[in-house]
C-alpha cells in the first residue's frame, strides 16, 4: 500500500494536516482524520484539510476540512491561511490572490509576501449572520452570549475568567439551543484594548485558536459596545488582526501560517 504525503502546518497555533488530493487521493476522510489526528497514535492535529482544484470556474481551489473528532467544518479561517501559504510556496499557483472555495462560500486570500515567502494572509470572511434558525435557537438558553455565525456557528461570552473554557466548553458545544452544535468561545477585554479569547471548537474541544472564532469574537465585541471595528484577538496560540468593515459589512482577517513539517503514511 502506497503511502500518503502530508504537510503539518498551523496558524497561530491552529494545527492541521495537510494533503494535496490532486496527487493523492484519500478515499475515507472522516476515519482518515480521527486516525491521523490522535496525538498520541497519529500524526497529532486538530484535524485534516484537504486541498484541491475547485469543481467550479467561480473560485481557483478547494478545501475540506475534517475535524479531530472526522465531522466536516464548514470553513476555518487558520487553516484557509495555511492553504494560500501551502499553494504559494509549493509552486502550484503563482497568485497572491487566490479565490477558495469551502462548505460557506468562496473566501478570498490575499498573501502578503516578502521574498518568495509567504508573511501573512488576509482573508474576506463575507459577512457576519447573526439569526440562523438552523444554527442557533436563542429560546432555548439564557442570554448570556452572542451568537454569530462566519458560516460555522459561534456563541461568544464576555467573561473575566475565560478559563473556564475547559470545564463549560463541551457542555455548551452539545446545548440544545445549537442544533447543529457550536463553537464556544470566551473573551475579555484587557486594560490595552485587545480582547483575550479561549476557544473550544467544535469537535475538536480546546484549540490554540481559531479563525472564525476571532472574528466572531470581534463582531460580538462590536455589537455589544466593547470594542471599535478593528481588534486584536488575543488567542493561546497567538494574535489575529480582525476588522469588521462598514463599507461592505465583510469581516477582514489577518494573521499568520507556518509549516511544521512533512512526512508520508499509510492511509
Not at 498551523?10 to 496527487?23: F, K, L, P, R, S
Not at 473550544?200 to 479563525?211: D, H, P
Request: with cysteine; aromatic share 8%.
Amino acid at each position: 500500500m502506497s503511502k500518503i504525503p502530508f504537510t503539518k502546518m498551523h496558524g497561530a497555533g491552529n494545527d492541521y494536516i495537510y494533503v494535496c488530493t490532486m496527487a493523492h487521493a484519500v478515499p475515507n476522510p472522516t476515519e482518515t482524520a480521527i486516525r491521523w489526528s490522535d496525538r498520541h497514535k497519529g500524526i497529532g492535529s486538530d484535524g485534516l484539510v484537504l486541498i484541491d482544484k475547485s469543481p467550479v470556474p467561480e473560485a481557483d481551489y478547494s478545501m475540506r476540512i475534517f475535524n479531530a473528532d472526522g465531522s466536516e467544518a464548514m470553513m476555518c479561517g487558520n487553516a484557509s491561511r495555511c492553504v494560500g501559504k501551502y499553494l504559494y510556496e509549493r509552486g502550484l499557483t503563482t497568485k497572491t490572490e487566490i479565490r477558495l472555495l469551502t462548505l460557506s462560500g468562496i473566501k478570498t486570500l490575499m498573501l502578503q509576501v516578502e521574498d518568495g515567502i509567504v508573511v501573512s494572509v488576509t482573508v474576506d470572511m463575507l459577512e457576519p449572520v447573526l439569526d440562523n434558525e438552523s444554527q442557533y435557537v436563542a429560546s432555548r438558553i439564557s442570554d448570556v452570549g452572542t451568537f454569530v455565525s462566519m458560516g460555522n456557528p459561534h456563541y461568544v461570552i464576555f467573561t473575566d475568567d475565560v478559563d473556564q473554557v475547559g470545564e463549560k466548553g463541551s457542555a455548551l458545544e452539545h446545548h440544545p439551543a445549537f442544533p447543529q452544535r457550536c463553537n464556544i468561545e470566551f473573551a475579555r477585554i484587557e486594560s490595552d484594548g485587545t480582547i483575550r479569547t479561549r476557544v473550544w471548537e467544535r469537535g475538536s474541544g480546546i484549540t490554540q485558536a481559531c479563525g472564525t472564532g476571532a472574528c466572531a469574537t470581534a463582531v460580538a465585541a462590536v455589537l455589544t459596545g466593547r470594542s471599535e471595528r478593528t481588534s486584536q484577538i488575543v488567542m493561546d496560540g497567538g494574535t489575529l488582526t480582525i476588522e469588521w468593515r462598514e463599507s461592505d459589512n465583510h469581516v477582514y482577517m489577518t494573521g499568520p501560517a507556518a509549516f511544521v513539517f512533512d512526512g508520508e503514511i499509510e492511509p
